[in-house]
């Protein structure tokens, strides 16, 4: 499955864009309720997978945010108990490279997919690694999802090195503005980056971090627990080695969903 990206926008004649990803990849997105191969969803083993395009219109008042209400609304935790998104730029990222790009985005969707508990959001764009521990609206959350940026195969544009919050390597606000779409740069209002662009630190957000190219493996263990390894193209796998490993563990009786709420609702009234 694949979702599209500022590579992919490609203009041509006539203001023509996307138009190879709209000819070469086929995606359910008719089988998934979207009118668009910009965005839809999937089902793969026990994982509800969202794919949200951030190259096409975002806000609460449009038809991929509507799709999205819909899509989610109907996600039986029962069947697919993991929730899955991935886009192609991250909403939370340390790096100067494409720093705050998509806050717009993030300012639209992140409380919808936080509502509906999404466990881990991928994103690539930004040409390096980094995880984020569970966040939401830039405050760590245990019930908010895992950020993944994992932008890191490979490509003639090398790997990003710079943080934002080294010496001098803090963007300015007009610094990163999406190819399409709106710019909403915003300073911290709490925490000890309070009224800052740019942490002086690693943010307490990201939990591990690296400029290298690799990939990363999911491996979904049972309803509650899912194996995340990311390794460096470098790594000797018959060392066992990797770059970043973490159980990810979904605790869906602290963090109740609309649907979890629903189905224990509908089993109350069952035993009524």
């Not at 003639?156 to 740069?185: L, M, Q, R, T, W």
Request: glycine share 8%; charged share 25%; with cysteine.
């Amino acid at each position: 499955m694949v979702i599209e990206g500022n590579h992919e926008i490609e203009p041509q004649a006539s203001g023509v864009t996307f138009k190879s990803y709209s000819e070469r990849f086929a995606v359910p997105a008719t089988e998934s309720g979207s009118n668009s191969n910009f965005y839809y969803s999937f089902d793969a083993g026990g994982v509800h997978f969202v794919m949200l395009g951030a190259y096409v219109d975002y806000n609460q008042t449009g038809a991929q945010y509507a799709w999205l209400k819909e899509d989610l609304s109907k996600v039986d935790r029962a069947v697919t108990p993991w929730l899955v998104a991935t886009m192609h730029p991250p909403w939370y990222n340390s790096y100067s490279s494409h720093y705050q790009e998509f806050e717009c985005m993030r300012q639209e969707m992140e409380e919808l997919l936080y509502q509906h508990r999404v466990d881990v959001i991928f994103a690539g764009h930004v040409h390096a690694y980094e995880r984020m521990n569970r966040i939401y609206n830039y405050t760590l959350d245990p019930c908010g999802a895992v950020y993944i940026t994992i932008g890191d195969g490979g490509n003639i544009e090398k790997v990003d090195v710079d943080f934002a919050d080294d010496p001098g390597k803090c963007p300015s606000p007009g610094d990163n503005v999406p190819e399409i779409g709106g710019s909403c740069p915003l300073n911290f209002t709490s925490g000890p980056a309070k009224d800052k662009f740019c942490w002086d630190r690693q943010p307490d957000w990201s939990a591990f971090r690296e400029s290298s190219f690799g990939h990363g493996i999911l491996e979904v263990m049972n309803s509650t627990h899912a194996l995340w390894t990311w390794h460096r193209n470098q790594d000797v796998y018959k060392d066992n080695s990797y770059g970043d490993q973490i159980y990810i563990v979904r605790q869906p009786n602290l963090c109740i969903s609309p649907a979890t709420s629903r189905r224990k609702k509908r089993d109350i009234r069952r035993r009524k």
